[in-house]
């Protein structure tokens, strides 16, 4: 295997839970009030740092649609699905979006705060 590059996000994104890797932003966050069989769930414009497994027909809550599961690029997680496309007409919206399960990522504000420990004048 070889190494992995990861993407940075700058100011507040939604991490992986176990390795924290970067895996989106709030502006490409679409809905909150998604939930799967687990738990809640958010649907995203875009994720990154992620691989896709294979395609596959699933029955979801809302009908049968075609999606990837996605995984943590870093640590191999599970962390939601992507939606390939609907079956049902009303559902074509999620095609090419991203679900990320909410007990598989956290919401984390990362500003990075460097204080100068330095004095200015030097005491020779």
């Not at 740092?49 to 999606?67: A, C, D, K, Q, Y």
Request: charged share 30%; with cysteine; glycine share 6%.
């Amino acid at each position: 295997m070889g190494r992995i590059f990861t993407v940075e996000l700058e100011g507040r994104s939604y991490r992986c839970r176990f390795c924290r890797t970067h895996l989106a932003l709030p502006n490409d966050l679409i809905s909150k009030s998604f939930h799967c069989r687990r738990e809640k769930a958010y649907l995203f414009n875009r994720s990154v740092n992620i691989s896709m497994g294979p395609l596959e027909e699933r029955m979801m809550l809302s009908g049968m649609h075609t999606v990837a599961d996605i995984f943590c690029c870093c640590c191999g997680q599970n962390v939601g699905w992507k939606y390939e496309s609907a079956h049902e007409k009303d559902q074509k919206y999620k095609e090419g979006k991203f679900v990320l399960e909410r007990g598989r990522i956290m919401d984390e504000t990362s500003t990075e705060v460097c204080i100068d420990t330095r004095s200015d004048t030097e005491d020779s």
